[in-house]
């Protein structure tokens, strides 16, 4: 064998060796670029010579296949998803609440509002009534005192009407019998007593007259003297015609009876 081949043989190993350690370092790359930050790896180069042995280089073993965790990765975002999911439900249940609770309160206070305004409404009507009462009460009170004070006014008024026309009646009376005593006395001294006159005469005379006093007709009522005496007391009452006229007019009675008791 010549020099020559003698230099091929090792310039082949050591390129092969160089092709193998190169694919490696692809290999290694290729794989940390997938799983894992690249590592800068140091890279040994070797001269062969024509008389050196060639020693394989050492191949870092590549790092331990790293374990699937998508599935858990899935399941833990399914997880919180769920989670959140639950959450946000929460929240729109707490708002839900919340609202209903806030309604139900402003109902509440709507309706204590109402109610006190009811009961503020019934406090004035009953002391709307409770003044009404008492303005009708001193209303009766009132027509009471005033029907009192009249009938006590009419009372008085009808004990002065009443003393008024006593006291003229009795005036009345007392012309009255002034004026039938003024009538008895003329025809008492018109008269002439017959011959059969008894003692005690009584006679009713019924005399009718004119405003001026002129006898117009006489009769005689009850009498307890015989025709004569009768005769005489009627020839008496138109010999004293006209009678006497009284002092107050209002005593003046056309028809007039009087009773004719001559004395003795």
Known sequence: MTRDSHNVVPFTMALFLHVIVFGSLIFVIDFRDRTMPAVPMALTATLVTD???VVPPKVEEPPPPQPDTS??????????????????????LNRIKQAEED??????????????????????????QEAERRRQEQIERQR???????????????????????????MQADAKAAYVYAIQQRI????????????????????????GGEVVSVSIGRCNGDAAVRGSIERAVYQASPLPVPADPSVFDRDIQLEFRPRD
Request: aromatic content about 0%.
């Open 51 to 53: 008389n050196a042995v």
């Open 71 to 92: 599935e858990q990765d899935r399941i833990r975002a399914e997880e919180q998803k769920r989670l959140e999911d639950a959450r946000i439900e929460q929240d729109r």
């Open 103 to 128: 309604a139900a309160a402003e109902r509440r206070r709507q309706a204590e509002a109402e109610q006190r305004r009811k009961d503020e409404e019934a406090r004035k009507e009953r002391e709307r």
């Open 144 to 170: 009471l005192e005033n029907e009192r004070l009249r009938a006590e006014a009419e009372a008085a008024r009808q004990a002065e009407l009443d003393a008024e026309s006593n006291r003229l009646a009795a």
């Open 188 to 211: 008492q001294s018109r008269w002439v007593r017959p011959p059969t006159a008894i003692d005690g005469i009584e006679c009713i005379v019924n005399i009718r007259q004119l405003p």
